[in-house]
């Protein structure tokens, strides 16, 4: 079985949002979010964009983005960001928003020989991981670089798509370039169309579980099968 750290998780949304609102106050008082009495930093006053940082969590606006980040999360199933962003365009039911996005960023140790394995397979057999994810559309992208005359797999992602909620989602890997046998992974899941059915937001707010289920069966089927 695969182990991996976690950097860190956001939750991202596009649309017309007014950065003067993100405030302490508003957070606190307004949507009522179980926060330290003082945020550990918060960004200057400025017309376009604000930021509030409360050490682990972070809260991110500027007039076309709402982000909420965690750094460093054991349990991603266990983050309070879901209800956070629920929360937040509860209290802002007329804000246009056309996008939503869960990101994951992690260290998965898999062992030097099976990523050398998994990067032969990409060489060789990239049908097999189409086949292991058994989703309905999948993409793998590869690029490769010569070493001493040698070709070598630099990075790679796979993407994925799902009826369900007009999803997609694209997962990047690389080594790491300090330690044999552990690779970097991106993850990302997003719905779009939130501007003509804004309750697919709800893929990753009320059913952020299943996500987080998702990346995990991702990571399954690619690092240990």
Known sequence: MV??????????????FNPAILTHEFLVEECGFDLPAKPDRKGPPMPVVASIDYGSVAFF???GRLQITQKNCDDPKS???????????EKLP???ITK???NFSCEVTVGKKKVEAIEERLRSDRGHFRESLESEAVDIEVCFELDDGQER???????????????????????MATVE???????????????????RLNSVTSEYGEVVDLFNRQVQKLFEG
């Open 181 to 199: 046998g552990v690779i970097k992974v991106d993850f990302n899941y997003e719905v779009g169309n939130l501007d003509t059915e804004r309750k």
């Open 3 to 16: 182990n991996y750290k976690n950097d860190y998780i956001n939750l991202v949304v596009l649309g017309s």
């Open 153 to 175: 797999v630099r990075n790679w992602a796979v993407r994925t798509r799902s009826r369900r909620h007009e999803a997609s989602t694209v997962m990047k890997v690389a080594r």
């Open 61 to 63: 606006a500027d007039l």
């Open 100 to 102: 939503c996005g869960a």
């Open 94 to 96: 007329y804000t246009p």
């Open 79 to 89: 983050s309070k960001l879901p209800a956070y962003l629920r929360v937040y365009l």
